[in-house]
């Protein structure tokens, strides 16, 4: 007979134990052996992260730290008195993930060596990933080294529903980008459409201004149409999305707050990053 709630709760933990067979490739399992972690890229998000780190949130050891710049990299260590290493290469034997938060070509030109020493990483330049021959073979190297690519949902609010909704058939994916002139490194005093198009062509134009784009075409598995605006009168990082299909309309409208010291990055970028390193740890996953 099928054991009420009360009587299952009741029961000590080992009368509790069914026999399930484990396999040693459970996700759960692999995740919740990523407890050292390195860092290629010093900037804003970085710091957001390693101050966290510092007061002993983040869940893993975030310890070795990599930028082209020396020093940011030596800065960034002091804080959670971890190594600076001058060549990415000499954090790989120490870490068992790595976190990407430099640039699109640092993706192409060091995260392949990072999954070929068989590490998982954590990307957050997805525009580097909009190259679909580049995104497979990243995703053949995970495979083979068996490791894994975390893509965390960045300043793009809705991934979740997003995702889901790619089960069944998207019809039209678009976003509209609105941030100050002083992100795009221009100044206007009217608000000024910089790009309208694909976001495969927008992410030439913005490399490190189009990840939210990247992201909806990567879940979306469908050409995202952007329009990028400079807009003085906006004091966030402004993003509209509108995502149809099968299962209905998704309309998402964000006011992120720009970072200090980068304000082409918002905060909200590094706040997902922490809480996927934190949910490494965590028995409760939330959210698709
Ligand atoms: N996924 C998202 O939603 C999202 C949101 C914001 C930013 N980003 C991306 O994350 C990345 C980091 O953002 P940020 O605001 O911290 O940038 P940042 O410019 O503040 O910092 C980047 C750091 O990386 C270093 N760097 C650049 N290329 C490097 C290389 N090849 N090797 C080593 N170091 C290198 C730079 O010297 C700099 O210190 C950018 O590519 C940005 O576009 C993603």
Redesign the pocket.
Same mark, same amino acid.
């Given at each position: 007979m099928k054991k009420g709630i009360d009587e299952f709760l009741s029961l000590e933990d080992d009368q509790a134990t069914f026999n399930f067979i484990k396999s040693p490739h459970l996700t759960a399992e692999l995740e919740q052996t990523i407890s050292k972690v390195g860092i290629? /890229?010093? /900037?804003?998000? %970085?710091?957001i992260i390693t101050n966290f780190a510092a007061k002993g949130k983040l869940g893993v050891e975030l310890q070795y730290f990599?930028?082209?710049?020396w020093t =940011?990299a030596k800065h960034m260590a002091a804080k959670v008195n971890g190594v600076a290493v001058k060549n990415?290469k000499d954090m790989l034997n120490y870490v068992d993930l790595v976190v990407?938060? @430099? #640039? +699109?070509? %640092?993706v192409v030109? $060091?995260i392949p060596t990072v999954l070929k020493a068989g590490k998982h990483v954590m990307i957050? #330049? $997805? /525009?580097a990933l909009m190259d679909i021959n580049f995104k497979d073979y990243l995703e053949n190297l995970a495979q083979k080294h068996d490791s894994h690519i975390y $893509? +965390? #949902? /960045? @300043? $793009?609010v809705g991934l979740d529903g997003i995702r889901s909704a790619s089960i069944g058939k998207i019809k039209e994916v678009y976003m509209i980008t609105r941030k100050s002139p002083s992100s795009f490194g221009i100044k206007t005093n009217q608000e000024t459409v910089l790009f309208e198009g694909k976001a495969s062509d927008a992410v030439v134009k913005f +490399?490190?201004?189009?990840?939210?784009a990247?992201?909806l075409t990567i879940v979306c598995g469908m050409e995202a149409k952007v329009k990028i605006i400079a807009d003085p009168s906006v004091k966030f990082n402004c993003h509209d999305i509108h995502v149809s299909g099968d299962f209905g309309d998704i309309k998402t409208s964000t006011r992120n707050q720009a970072?200090d010291?980068?304000t =082409?990055? #918002?905060l909200l970028?590094?706040y997902?990053a922490i809480k996927l390193l934190q949910s490494f740890k965590q028995n409760l996953k939330i959210g698709t």
């Open positions: 290629i /890229g010093c /900037g804003a998000i %970085a710091e990599h930028d082209q710049n =940011k990415f990407e938060a @430099a #640039s +699109p070509q %640092a030109d $060091l957050m #330049s $997805l /525009g $893509l +965390p #949902s /960045g @300043a $793009l +490399p490190t201004n189009i990840n939210v990247a992201a970072c010291i980068n =082409k990055t #918002s970028a590094a997902s």
